[in-house]
């Protein structure tokens, strides 16, 4: 079954801490993984896709296919980062399967 | 933000009412996309359009319905056959359907 995890609904830090964004994928294709970011009173919007390899915002992921994980990861987390994150998942036919989110605290 | 616009924000609605969720863009976008959130969950797709006068169902089509005559518009209808309608539902578009998605504000939809 193709399905994407995010196994934690909340995750609560201090700002300056590592922040690290788990995200589980099964999937039997090639895939393609994104990473998108709805911070409050704002639009869901895109914060990364893998296949472009950045780091915006200081966020990176990497697509580890032994794993099927496509964690996102800060060094060091920041108030602003505060926001609800959703992983998903492009299928062969382009359409996208999500993740349940996972609401991001970073405390002062 | 702005180019892609979803109306009304808040809508009510008695039972077995059909009614229609607005999605309008002018970023000049082919693909247009329906998702239905509920909470706890992820976005589930309802519709999706490729190209102006063709769409294929999503993963949860059954008792909605869509139109795409224009290529800026791409209203929802939710009919009376949807079990359970209420819910947050996001509009969304992109360049083609390879591309990052845009999405509208939404529209919070409550059947009572």
């Known amino acids: 079954a193709q399905r994407v995890t995010q196994p934690e609904k909340l995750l609560s830090v201090f700002k300056g801490a590592p922040v690290e964004l788990k995200c589980n994928y099964s999937y039997s294709g090639s895939p393609e993984l994104f990473w998108y970011v709805q911070y409050s009173r704002q639009r869901l919007q895109l914060l990364l896709r893998h296949i472009s390899r950045e780091s915006i915002k200081g966020f990176t992921a990497d697509l580890n296919k032994g794993e099927t994980s496509f964690h996102l990861k800060k060094p060091f987390a920041q108030e602003e980062d505060s926001a609800m994150y959703y992983c998903?998942?492009?299928?062969?036919?382009?359409?996208?399967?999500w993740g349940a989110g996972t609401k991001l605290i970073i405390k002062p | 933000d702005g180019g892609i616009t979803q109306s009304p924000k808040y809508l009510f609605r008695k039972e077995g009412q059909n009614v229609t969720l607005s999605c309008e863009q002018n970023?000049?976008?082919?693909?247009m996309y329906w998702y239905r959130q509920d909470p706890g969950q992820g976005l589930r797709l309802i519709y999706y359009s490729q190209i102006v006068n063709d769409f294929q169902k999503g993963d949860i089509a059954e008792g909605y319905s869509v139109s795409r005559e224009k290529k800026e518009s791409f209203p929802l209808t939710v009919t009376s056959a949807q079990k359970n309608p209420t819910a947050f539902y996001l509009c969304?578009?992109?360049?083609?359907?390879?591309?990052?998605?845009?999405f509208g504000p939404g529209t919070r939809l409550t059947v009572l």
């Open positions: 998903a998942l492009s299928r062969s036919n382009y359409q996208l399967i």
């Open positions: 970023l000049n976008h082919d693909a």
């Open positions: 969304a578009s992109s360049i083609d359907n390879t591309d990052t998605q845009y």
